[in-house]
């Protein structure tokens, strides 16, 4: 069964670099076949999607952040990573890795159990 | 991008009780539609996808419904597990974007 698992720093700094990377285990990431998201929760608020990304490495990223967003693929280590740079106050939430189904992007099926960053100095 | 508007916010039930949640898209995108449920300190978990196709290990009490702009969740015979928040998430297109959420509590 394919579990996600997402991993990175607890605390960033305002203007500095959120880096997260999800890990997938129990599957395989085989090529052209599935897409892989992130989505973010600020406290208390709701689901904002921030960008997802092929098994080819195409990307697509929410218009809001696309500026500051960068998200990869690293099939052979099975690993998939979120870079938000120029980072705020703002940006501090519960951070999911998610899987959708099959041959499409958008039902997300598989999700990690989170990770919570906060921006502070 | 297409705006997704869930209603109510929240709604306060009892175990046995029928509730439904509406959400509303901002354009037409046919049945491309999820609704998750999610509770307090764990991911949202996916119930049902294009509108009313119910993923497996869901129970059958949860159903949903509606096309074009307009859809709802129903839950019949609540139980206690299925208190909860509920959002919809529209798959028509990119930017893929949620509904606020509806809080389910207990009355």
């Known amino acids: 069964q394919l579990q996600l698992q997402e991993s990175g720093p607890g605390l960033v700094k305002p203007s500095e670099t959120l880096s997260l990377t999800c890990t997938v285990s129990g599957g395989s990431m085989s090529s052209n076949t599935y897409y892989w998201a992130w989505i973010r929760q600020p406290p208390g608020k709701g689901l904002e999607w921030i960008g997802s990304?092929?098994?080819?490495?195409?990307?697509h990223y929410n218009p809001s952040l696309k500026s500051r967003v960068t998200i990869s693929l690293d099939t052979s280590k099975k690993q998939f990573s979120l870079k938000l740079n120029s980072v705020t106050a703002a940006d501090t939430a519960v951070y999911y890795c998610?899987?959708?189904?099959?041959?499409?992007?958008?039902?997300?099926?598989?999700w990690g159990k989170g990770t919570t960053v906060t921006v502070s100095s | 991008d297409i705006q997704m508007t869930q209603s109510p916010s929240s709604v306060s039930a009892s175990v046995g009780d029928r509730v439904t949640i509406t959400c509303r898209a901002s354009?037409?995108?046919?049945?491309?539609l999820a609704w998750y449920q999610q509770k307090p300190g764990k991911a949202p978990k996916l119930l049902i996808s294009?509108?009313?196709s119910l993923q497996s290990g869901v129970p059958s009490r949860f159903s949903g419904s509606g096309s074009g702009t307009d859809f709802t969740l129903t839950i019949s015979n609540l139980q206690p597990e299925d208190f909860a928040t509920y959002f919809c998430?529209?798959?028509?297109?990119?930017?893929?974007?949620f509904g606020q959420g509806t809080r389910l509590e207990i009355k």
């Open positions: 998430q529209q798959a028509n297109s990119f930017p893929i974007t």
């Open positions: 998610a899987r959708p189904t099959i041959a499409t992007p958008y039902y997300m099926d598989v």
């Open positions: 990304i092929y098994d080819s490495g195409t990307t």
């Open positions: 294009a509108a009313s």
């Open positions: 354009q037409g995108i046919s049945s491309w």
